[in-house]
């Protein structure tokens, strides 16, 4: 099948979280499988972006809201395993977020549109279109109902839900950035009275997918306004768990890791890089370290880290270090920690990959408190890594976490709560004394097969009800 991949994000070229992950990895196995899979997303300033090179295959002027754009779809060169296309709208692309900016609406609609434009122009070699969260939300629906791209009318669209918390909703007052379409389907684009790119793609998508299971049945119930209509729309959709790219996240070849190591060399090759990351925090590597990884914000359990982090400390003789960013209120709250437990708690507050890939390396355990994880990837490779996760029992999490209590590998708590984590490092700190079980742990989670290989082919079945 010739399937194209439009979504925000992509790693290496362009990641803010897991969403650029699963882009950077489900079409390569897609094409491993036998399919082409391509991937079409927005030309960001990124140093990938920089360095790379690529040749213009198609312009046009995109007419909205009354102005005219010049944009451009560029085919790079690349060693990623597909095809890979990327949009760029003047005044609206080129920049060096992904997110964040006041005219963001604008910038993903000029992008959809620019892809179907595109995509319009040889409309018969395509079989699937797969929209990932609200920034390809209205792909669906301008495919059936915009006159400009009327040959693209019968082509199966999915839609992935990464997580239903973003929607991308706006005001009425914006319908004038739509091409021209059918009146008469106006009410696809609405929800609670505002125009919601979620809910249009819920609605027209021929198949709707979260990306595990749990998170699909939890959404029935909380889904940000949208639990009706997930309700409504419940016979097309289904939970989808996400793999992990095994060559990417493979201790034994990771060129970010200080020592490589394979399940046999685990013991040697976890503490030299557990050494390095102590040196470089001054934390203490005799003592179980304990690792945060994530966007510091409400969703990932982050507002309850600093009074996790003091409680713990009190309590037990554990390290503990935190890599990430966001809300400015936690950044500057975890920062202050800091002096007070010198040489026991350490941060970076910020972004870096290679920082990422060495304390799953290093850490003994990995705190993941999430309030709503519609799949959670952290927690997967902390796993394959050899680092215990110790996570709430919810989305993607309930799916692929379970507790050693119950013949599993992690430690699981039944609330996001401040109370339920200190007692989840307490079991980890008794287990973590249990030398020769918590070494055995190690070899067994690293065993665990979560790669894409499953879920590749679940979408391509998904295509195929779909694809006639
Ligand atoms: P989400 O997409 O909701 O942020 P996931 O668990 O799916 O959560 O994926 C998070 C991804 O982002 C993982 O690859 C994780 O290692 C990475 N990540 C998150 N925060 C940082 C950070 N501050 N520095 C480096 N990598 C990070
Ligand atoms: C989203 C979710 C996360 C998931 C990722 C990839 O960012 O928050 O749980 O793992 O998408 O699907």
């Given at each position: 099948?010739?399937?194209f991949?439009i979504s925000?994000e992509?790693?290496p070229?362009?990641k803010?979280g897991?969403?650029?992950?699963?882009?950077g990895a489900?079409?390569?196995?897609?094409?491993?499988i036998?399919h082409?899979?391509?991937?079409?997303m927005?030309?960001y300033?990124t140093q990938w972006v920089?360095?790379s090179?690529?040749?213009?295959i198609?312009?046009?002027?995109?007419?909205?809201?009354?102005?005219t754009y010049f944009?451009?779809?560029?085919?790079?060169e690349?060693?990623?395993?597909?095809p890979l296309?990327?949009?760029r709208v003047?005044e609206?692309?080129?920049?060096r977020?992904?997110?964040?900016?006041?005219?963001?609406?604008l910038?993903?609609?000029a992008f959809?549109q620019v892809?179907?434009h595109?995509l319009?122009?040889?409309?018969s070699?395509i079989?699937i279109?797969?929209?990932h969260d609200h920034?390809s939300?209205?792909?669906?629906f301008m495919m059936?109902?915009?006159?400009?791209f009327?040959?693209?009318?019968?082509i199966p669209?999915?839609l992935?839900i990464?997580?239903?918390?973003?929607?991308g909703?706006?005001s009425?007052?914006?319908?004038?950035i739509f091409?021209?379409?059918d009146?008469?389907q106006?009410?696809?684009l609405?929800?609670?009275?505002k125009?919601?790119?979620?809910a249009?793609?819920?609605k027209c998508a021929?198949?709707?997918?979260t990306?595990?299971p749990?998170?699909?049945?939890?959404l029935?119930?909380?889904?940000?306004?949208l639990?009706?209509l997930?309700?409504?729309?419940?016979?097309k959709c289904?939970?989808?768990?996400?793999?992990?790219d095994?060559e990417?996240?493979?201790?034994?070849?990771?060129?970010?890791?200080?020592?490589?190591?394979?399940?046999h060399?685990r013991?040697?090759?976890?503490?030299?890089n557990?050494?390095?990351?102590?040196?470089?925090?001054?934390?203490s590597?005799?003592?179980?370290?304990?690792?945060?990884?994530?966007r510091?914000?409400?969703?990932?359990g982050?507002d309850l880290?600093?009074?996790?982090?003091?409680?713990s400390?009190?309590?037990?003789?554990?390290?503990?270090?935190?890599?990430g960013?966001g809300?400015?209120?936690?950044?500057?709250?975890l920062e202050?920690?800091?002096?007070?437990?010198?040489?026991?708690?350490?941060a970076?507050i910020?972004y870096?990959?290679?920082?990422?890939?060495?304390?799953?390396a290093?850490?003994d355990f990995?705190?993941?408190?999430?309030?709503?994880?519609?799949?959670?990837l952290?927690?997967?490779?902390s796993l394959?890594?050899g680092?215990?996760?110790?996570v709430?029992r919810t989305?993607g999490?309930k799916d692929?976490?379970?507790d050693?209590?119950d013949?599993?590998?992690?430690?699981c708590?039944?609330?996001?709560?401040?109370?339920?984590?200190?007692?989840?490092?307490g079991?980890?700190?008794?287990f973590y004394?249990?030398t020769?079980?918590?070494?055995?742990?190690q070899?067994?989670?690293?065993?665990i097969?979560?790669?894409?290989?499953?879920?590749?082919?679940?979408?391509v079945s998904?295509?195929?009800?779909?694809?006639?």
């Amino acid at each position: 099948m010739n399937i194209f991949h439009i979504s925000a994000e992509c790693y290496p070229v362009a990641k803010v979280g897991g969403l650029a992950d699963v882009l950077g990895a489900l079409p390569k196995y897609q094409n491993r499988i036998g399919h082409k899979a391509s991937v079409i997303m927005p030309y960001y300033r990124t140093q990938w972006v920089e360095k790379s090179k690529g040749s213009v295959i198609f312009f046009h002027h995109l007419v909205m809201a009354n102005k005219t754009y010049f944009s451009e779809i560029i085919e790079v060169e690349n060693n990623l395993g597909f095809p890979l296309y990327l949009v760029r709208v003047n005044e609206l692309t080129d920049r060096r977020k992904v997110y964040g900016y006041e005219d963001d609406t604008l910038r993903f609609m000029a992008f959809q549109q620019v892809a179907l434009h595109w995509l319009h122009t040889f409309s018969s070699q395509i079989d699937i279109v797969h929209c990932h969260d609200h920034h390809s939300g209205f792909v669906p629906f301008m495919m059936k109902y915009c006159k400009p791209f009327c040959t693209l009318k019968n082509i199966p669209t999915i839609l992935s839900i990464h997580n239903a918390q973003y929607q991308g909703e706006f005001s009425h007052e914006m319908n004038n950035i739509f091409p021209e379409f059918d009146k008469n389907q106006a009410g696809l684009l609405d929800w609670q009275e505002k125009i919601n790119p979620l809910a249009a793609a819920i609605k027209c998508a021929y198949r709707v997918n979260t990306v595990s299971p749990s998170y699909m049945e939890e959404l029935q119930e909380k889904a940000n306004g949208l639990e009706g209509l997930l309700r409504a729309e419940r016979a097309k959709c289904a939970g989808i768990l996400n793999g992990i790219d095994t060559e990417t996240w493979n201790p034994k070849t990771d060129a970010f890791l200080v020592k490589n190591y394979s399940q046999h060399t685990r013991l040697k090759g976890r503490l030299t890089n557990k050494k390095a990351l102590c040196d470089e925090f001054d934390l203490s590597y005799e003592k179980p370290l304990f690792g945060f990884i994530g966007r510091l914000v409400w969703e990932k359990g982050a507002d309850l880290l600093p009074k996790i982090i003091e409680e713990s400390l009190e309590k037990f003789d554990i390290n503990i270090i935190v890599l990430g960013s966001g809300n400015h209120d936690i950044e500057g709250q975890l920062e202050n920690l800091k002096s007070k437990y010198n040489g026991r708690y350490n941060a970076h507050i910020g972004y870096e990959e290679r920082l990422s890939h060495l304390v799953y390396a290093s850490a003994d355990f990995l705190l993941m408190p999430s309030r709503v994880e519609p799949c959670g990837l952290n927690q997967l490779y902390s796993l394959r890594y050899g680092c215990v996760p110790i996570v709430h029992r919810t989305g993607g999490l309930k799916d692929t976490v379970i507790d050693i209590g119950d013949g599993g590998h992690g430690i699981c708590h039944d609330q996001t709560s401040v109370f339920d984590v200190v007692y989840s490092i307490g079991r980890a700190f008794q287990f973590y004394k249990e030398t020769d079980y918590f070494k055995r742990n190690q070899i067994a989670m690293m065993k665990i097969d979560h790669s894409w290989e499953n879920a590749a082919r679940e979408y391509v079945s998904l295509y195929e009800e779909v694809h006639t």
